[in-house]
């Protein structure tokens, strides 16, 4: 029996209609996601703003809160916005509000706030029934022409009103102040620029409309052109991005900038100085920047740093000390740079919606043009408006001018007739308007109505109308208008005014030393690293010379220890010829037995530890396997950053890597296990990166068993098992010296047993 979709009877079956989950799932959703993307999260690219932010914009344009005008409560802006345009919560609408008249936050504030907006720390704005706010001068430029038939309005959710759906947006908003939003599936992200800069890059458009987006970025060796340097954020900064990492993000509409903060060196005599940071990165909260640094300082991340201090007034200044005065300041701030947001990346991801709704990824000269485009609409529509609006007044006048010639008529006609307007119509050949106009005149005005200036106003509304007819037969004389009001918007934002002048400045990073800024992150701790046979590795703190103390794994025992800092890097060679790169302050601590080897980097099961010891980027390693093959290798060449180590040494089995010993003086001796010396050149090692190795000395069975390197004027030394020093001088090594890769004679008299160099 087959199911029915219906849900079992209520008793009232009217409205139920069965429907496919799947089907209403992805119909809502989709509706959902529309409406993220479309009445929400994106800007538009004409006017840069969200529905939020132009419902606000228009509802203070209906309050008539010019910026000539008076402050009014930020709860009546609100109200207003919720109860007409806008039916989402209060918190909302005021938190958008509040956002568009903090300084640090938009680069170009459309509101002009009375109160507490918050601050550059965090806190909150105080309560809208606090705050009081009106428009700025960017908010009337981007209104400018809405009540001349600039744009489209549609009804507002409840069809009582009307709310435009984008503004003429004479000012370019969208690139000017930036935008962020999370939709469904799609993000927007766009940083500040400078106004100046745009309306430069703006007028280069209008004159080469094929520019492409190198054409309209600033060009150094051409300083002249003007152009878009990159993004101009209202807290500063120093933008460390390359030009063409900037270019190439413009050109794709994605991309990134490294913004850092802005610091100074502040000597304070004798020697001393502490760093003052004046300007911090873009959208970072400053009291949550401090508390990051003071934790990394807690934790000892930042042991060039001593103290970090807010000095901060109505401007900032942060003080950070450092350890002593002969820290680095450069490498303590890299240091800086890189563990905290006093340098952050602001990301570019300019997809906006397109015509107001298409959303899209777009370059910046596709942004920009749209944008003039949209001014070239709004310069038409005004135009049409203002010609419909002087045709009307020229009708009227046309009209007062016959009462004017005929007034002892039309005052006739008035007084005694019944329907005097369909009489005058008649009498005179008046159109309905005229007639309407002529009757609704005040009689006061009857002694001003004289012909000359009824002629006047008529004469010079007809040459304004011949203009603009003019205007809108010629798309050259358009886009030569639209070129003036951005000219006129560049005068009012130049970079020779306060608020127009360039805030965010470029370098480029200094070139640091990456192992200093490594080092300059940990803290400098004497340790003991302890390696047991079977590879256990552990760190126990302070220099332990006495080592018969240290506990280990039943069945296992010391292989090597030797004292060590945290900041130095420690070689771990292998007997498969590998070598691995370990922190000194990554290293397991003392406690218990410490952690296997394995667990830590990629090391073969079939391969045991070698050896270890603290790198030295100066020193020379002789690397031999037990075969007796050998060659030198400079220790800076076998670091290896990752956990798979660097093959150094290619031995196979059953040959294993048996020796490494540091190069010094000018000859070499090595012993083998059939107790054979050779003393030779040390030149006649080559020296390799990696590789087999050459022949250090010939044997007819067994391998090597150990290797001295030595100065041959001071002789060769050796102690045996007892302690007893021995010496051989120069001449007395005649009989042993020979080339590598020769057999050797029998060591001499008193030679440790151990076949041995020490004991």
Not at 472 to 491: C, H, N, P, R, Y
Request: aromatic share 6%; net charge negative.
């Amino acid at each position: 029996m087959g199911q029915s979709l219906t849900p079992p009877s209520g008793g009232d079956d009217d409205n139920i209609q069965p429907v496919d989950l799947k089907a209403a799932l992805e119909e809502r959703y989709l509706a959902y996601a529309l409406s993220t993307i479309m009445h929400r999260a994106l800007p538009d690219v004409r006017d840069g703003l969200k529905p939020v932010h132009r419902r606000i914009v228009h509802a203070m344009s209906e309050m008539g809160l010019r910026p000539t005008s008076s402050f009014k409560k930020c709860a009546r802006i609100v109200g207003d916005v919720m109860g007409k345009f806008h039916p989402h919560g209060d918190a909302s609408i005021y938190d958008a509000l509040v956002r568009l008249s903090q300084e640090f936050a938009i680069r170009y504030p459309l509101v002009d706030g009375q109160g507490n907006f918050g601050n550059i720390d965090g806190d909150n704005a105080a309560a809208m029934r606090y705050t009081e706010a009106k428009m700025t001068d960017v908010c009337s430029l981007l209104l400018e022409g809405i009540d001349q038939d600039a744009v489209d309005f549609r009804p507002t959710y409840n069809e009582e009103d009307q709310e435009p759906t984008v503004l003429p947006g004479a000012f370019p908003n969208l690139l000017a102040n930036g935008a962020t939003g999370i939709a469904v599936g799609m993000a927007t992200s766009i940083p500040p620029h400078n106004a100046h800069e745009l309306c430069d890059a703006a007028l280069h458009l209008i004159r080469h409309p094929q520019a492409t987006v190198e054409d309209l970025l600033y060009d150094p060796a051409n300083p002249q052109k003007g152009g878009i340097e990159g993004p101009d954020f209202p807290t500063g900064g120093v933008i460390v991005e390359s030009r063409e990492s900037m270019a190439e993000s413009y050109r794709t509409g994605r991309g990134g900038f490294r913004v850092r903060a802005r610091w100074a060196q502040e000597e304070l005599g004798r020697g001393g100085y502490q760093i003052v940071v004046t300007e911090i990165p873009y959208q970072v909260q400053k009291s949550r920047l401090i508390e990051k640094i003071a934790e990394l300082l807690i934790a000892r991340k930042l042991p060039l740093l001593e103290d970090i201090r807010d000095e901060s007034a109505e401007d900032i200044r942060i003080v950070l000390v450092p350890k002593s005065r002969s820290v680095d300041a450069g490498i303590l701030m890299e240091s800086l740079f890189k563990l905290t947001e006093l340098e952050s990346r602001i990301p570019l991801n300019m997809n906006v919606l397109s015509l107001g709704r298409v959303p899209r990824v777009m370059a910046l000269n596709e942004v920009l043009t749209e944008w003039l485009a949209h001014r070239r609409e709004v310069l038409q529509r005004r135009s049409r408006h203002r010609l419909a609006a002087i045709d009307r007044r020229l009708e009227i006048l046309g009209g007062y001018l016959v009462a004017y010639l005929n007034i002892d008529e039309v005052i006739r006609i008035i007084r005694e007739e019944d329907e005097p307007k369909s009489v005058m119509m008649e009498r005179f050949s008046l159109t309905d308007l005229q007639a309407e106009s002529i009757l609704n005149m005040r009689l006061r005005s009857l002694r001003k109505l004289e012909e000359f200036e009824i002629r006047t106003e008529f004469d010079a509304l007809s040459k304004e109308k011949a203009e603009i007819e003019a205007l809108l037969a010629s798309d050259e004389k358009q886009w030569q208008t639209v070129a003036w009001e951005i000219g006129e918007v560049k005068k009012k934002f130049a970079k020779a005014t306060e608020i127009g002048k360039r805030r965010s400045t470029f370098a480029d990073a200094p070139e640091a030393d990456v192992e200093a800024i490594q080092q300059a992150m940990i803290e400098k701790e004497p340790i003991t690293v302890v390696i047991s046979e079977k590879g256990w590795i552990r760190a126990l703190k302070g220099h332990i010379s006495d080592t018969s103390a240290l506990q280990f794994k039943e069945g296992d025992a010391l292989k090597v220890a030797f004292p060590a800092q945290t900041t130095d890097k420690i070689l771990v060679f292998t007997t498969g010829g590998k070598v691995y790169t370990l922190g000194g302050d990554k290293l397991p601590g003392g406690r218990g037995h410490g952690e296997p080897l394995r667990i830590i980097v990629d090391m073969e099961n079939d391969q045991d530890v070698l050896t270890a010891f603290v790198h030295d980027p100066a020193r020379k390693l002789i690397v031999s396997s037990a075969a007796g093959n050998g060659f030198a290798v400079t220790e800076s060449d076998i670091v290896a950053n990752t956990r798979k180590g660097k093959q150094v040494m290619n031995v196979s089995m059953p040959d294993e890597t048996k020796l490494v010993v540091p190069v010094k003086g000018d000859h070499v001796a090595v012993v083998g296990e059939n107790r054979k010396m050779v003393v030779f050149p040390l030149v006649q090692i080559p020296e390799m990166a990696r590789g087999k190795g050459v022949r250090l000395q010939r044997y007819k069975d067994g391998g090597i068993s150990d290797i001295r390197c030595f100065t041959l004027a001071e002789g060769l030394v050796w102690e045996d098992s007892a302690g007893r020093v021995f010496t051989k001088t120069k001449d007395e090594l005649i009989e042993w010296q020979g080339d590598r890769a020769s057999a050797g004679r029998v060591v001499p008299k008193g030679f440790p047993r151990s076949g041995k160099f020490s004991g």
